[in-house]
């Protein structure tokens, strides 16, 4: 166990016991029916929303990545974090109140009340395949770089242990005890990244130190646009496509909020996650700026297990630190599982057997996590092939999938003029392309192909491939839709609005009338804006 003390052992080893003790509590609590399964009953409230979506969201990724970036690149990559935490807000104020008023348990289906079938299975058939292919491989490969340089476990060791405590709890309690363990994880996640930054700062003499000890650049969030990696067109236009995908569309984060008690509850979770999506900045990217400060000869995706094995920590502190590490990769992992059982079973299951009982509903939930979980277990040796370049040219991938989706949600709730036919064609041509220039940079990098034409179309930065790729989605929705005579549908007034879009809406739906709570979640939202734009500034 390398430097851990019988403390620190003891620290991580109560963590687990309390995750899996509340996990299991919160499943005895849950009913035995499809929304107490899958959406916790609609009875969360606000604060366990807005926890378990911070948690959710926080893998090892966050640890490997954006410390890896943060130690080789400086700031640049905390935009992705700021971006969200604003992105956050538009899932709130302007998609929450429509998914909450259709009533729906998965994206796909908001989809087909929107569109169509084809929309849905389109959907929940790219959604399930990219969880498995990317979420869970790059979850399991973080999670067993950071659990080797610690504990010195193999990967398949420390994968094959996440995978199993996370699958206990996630089989048995759905979507409760995901969101509740949730609470109990965002504790110790930040927590210890807390401890680690703190005494990283420490150690390297403090801020100013820092300052004198890394190129000035590194402080610098805005890049020129000719940056290879973070052109400031690329973060102003490309990552906020990116960012609705993922933060409004997404079946793996829009779980949380579609268990919420009232429209209330939902947009005061995302807001508190918006607040805490500021944090990673500063828990993550800082600690690998300061261990390229301490450790100057270290790679990128060394530096935050380099920065806990390296330094010297009182008695139980690195035990706290690895409660958080696990508490992040586990809520993740949970998260998918969770995610991907609700697709098969209410978009494939369910729709094939439409007169299936409650019970036979939950029962197909748990089978389908098992099913993942060990299809999560059965990859496990596959990550033994991943290295650093593979596992950031994963993160990528994103670019390629989401702007087809994020054109067909966004613009389809505002403009009702829009229709299936549209949707399964943007969603068909988007997803050519993207795979056509994933298939291509594979090609060109294992040198099988090369022309002019090719160079330049897998040399596209992977944010302005997005723009490009939204534009192309957006116009072909539009142009497909518009020269479709079909007379729009009289059924999707749930899933449709217009400008002005704002609280009226938003307050108005199927909730007693709370205009104090609902002042307060807009006073919020202004101050976390305001926030945002602060640091921008700050660090520009």
């Excluded at 003499?205 to 805005?222: E, R, V």
């Amino acid at each position: 166990m390398g430097n851990f003390t019988s403390l620190d052992i003891s620290i991580t080893l109560i963590y687990i016991i309390a995750v899996l003790g509340v996990g299991l509590i919160a499943s005895r609590r849950s009913k035995e029916n499809s929304a107490g399964y899958f959406l916790a009953g609609r009875n969360v409230g606000w604060i366990a929303i807005g926890a378990s979506l911070f948690a959710t969201n926080i893998s090892g990724e966050h640890f490997i990545g954006l410390a890896g970036s943060g130690a080789a690149r400086g700031l640049a990559v905390g935009h992705f974090e700021w971006i969200a935490a604003l992105v956050i807000l538009l899932l709130g104020w302007v998609f929450v109140p429509l998914y909450l008023k259709s009533g729906v348990f998965t994206m796909p289906e908001f989809l087909e009340k929107r569109y169509n079938t084809a929309s849905r299975m389109y959907l929940t058939s790219v959604s399930i395949v990219a969880y498995i292919l990317t979420k869970v491989s790059i979850t399991l490969f973080a999670g067993g770089l950071l659990l080797n340089a610690l504990l010195g476990w193999d990967i398949y060791t420390s994968a094959v242990v996440m995978v199993v405590l996370t699958g206990i709890y996630t089989i048995i309690g759905g979507l409760s005890a995901v969101i509740y363990t949730g609470m109990i994880q965002a504790v110790f996640l930040i927590g210890g990244a807390v401890i680690l930054t703190v005494m990283g700062l420490n150690e390297v003499g403090g801020f100013t130190a820092l300052q004198q000890k890394l190129p000035a650049d590194y402080f610098s969030m805005f890049k020129p646009m000719s940056d290879p990696d973070f052109p400031w067109t690329g973060i102003v236009f490309g990552a906020p496509i990116i960012g609705v995908w993922y933060w409004c569309t997404d079946q793996y984060i829009v779980q949380r909020v579609l268990s919420a008690k009232n429209v209330y509850n939902a947009q005061s979770g995302t807001i508190l996650a918006g607040f805490l999506k500021i944090l990673p900045v500063f828990l993550f990217v800082f600690p690998g700026m300061i261990a390229a400060a301490l450790y100057p000869e270290i790679k990128g995706d060394e530096a935050y297990p380099v920065m806990i094995a390296g330094m010297l920590m009182p008695v139980g502190f690195r035990g706290l630190i690895m409660a958080g590490l696990l508490a992040a990769l586990m809520s993740s992992l949970a998260g998918v599982f969770n995610s991907a059982s609700t697709l098969f079973t209410m978009d494939f299951y369910k729709y094939f057997h439409p007169k299936a009982s409650e019970r036979k509903l939950v029962l197909v939930g748990r089978l389908a996590t098992t099913i993942i979980v060990i299809t999560g277990i059965l990859w496990v040796p596959l990550t033994k092939i991943i290295n650093s370049h593979i596992y950031i040219y994963l993160q990528s991938i994103q670019a390629y999938i989401s702007p087809p989706i994020t054109a067909v949600f966004l613009f389809g709730i505002f403009n009702k003029r829009l229709n299936g036919k549209g949707a399964i064609w943007a969603l068909a041509v988007g997803g050519v392309v993207g795979a056509l220039r994933l298939i291509f940079e594979l090609l060109h990098k294992c040198n099988y192909v090369s022309n002019p034409l090719i160079n330049w179309f897998v040399g596209i930065n992977y944010l302005h491939f997005a723009v490009f790729l939204f534009i192309i989605s957006t116009v072909v929705l539009h142009w497909v839709s518009l020269r479709n005579t079909t007379a729009v549908r009289s059924d999707i007034s749930g899933t449709v609005t217009s400008f002005p879009y704002g609280v009226k809406i938003a307050a108005g739906y199927n909730n007693p009338k709370n205009s104090k709570w609902n002042n307060l979640n807009i006073a919020f939202s202004i101050v976390l804006i305001m926030a945002v734009f602060t640091l921008w500034g700050a660090f520009f």
